[in-house]
């Protein structure tokens, strides 16, 4: 058996104009499950189901002279931050590699390598808001797609 998790966060760029400053960031995280279907000589191999959620932002900033804090309360329209996130599912297919460095009577450890090739889809998107208020009209986006993620790590396996 397989149990773990993992967080990823994605950075988007920034985009400026005359007028305006826009940044869009991402995240999301997942919790493992998996079962080991083949596993010999230090090499295994593993279908994965991951279960949780993402979330992703955009921010669009007024540019212009830097404005005083009495601007600010007259007049705060001069930014807005809108975001959307959902429930995330993650199906993969992995196979990792441990090269032993040690190990004892209970089990061995070492230097783990692998390649993990799967597709993450959001069955359940939230809408977009803004400040807690329900935003009509955005983009249907999301985290989702195909991906091919390398590893390398530590790592180890039990006998019993």
Do not use: Q
Request: glycine share 22%; net charge negative; proline share 4%.
């Amino acid at each position: 058996m397989i149990i773990g998790g993992e967080g990823h966060g994605l950075i988007g760029g920034e985009a400026t104009s005359d007028s305006y400053k826009t940044s869009i960031g991402a995240g999301y995280e997942f919790f493992d499950f998996g079962y080991i279907v083949y596993s010999a000589k230090g090499l295994s191999v593993y279908p994965l189901l991951g279960l949780w959620g993402g979330g992703m932002s955009l921010k669009i900033v007024e540019r212009g002279t830097a404005p005083s804090f009495d601007d600010v309360l007259d007049n705060p329209k001069r930014s807005a931050e809108l975001s959307t996130g959902g429930f995330l599912l993650n199906l993969a297919l992995g196979t990792d590699y441990l090269l032993k460095l040690g190990g004892d009577e209970k089990g061995e450890g070492g230097l783990v390598s692998g390649i993990c090739i799967g597709y993450t889809f959001a069955p359940i998107k939230g809408s977009w808001e803004m400040d807690g208020i329900e935003i009509s009209g955005g983009p249907e986006i999301g985290i989702t797609g195909p991906y091919i993620r390398l590893m390398i790590g530590g790592g180890g396996s039990g006998k019993e």
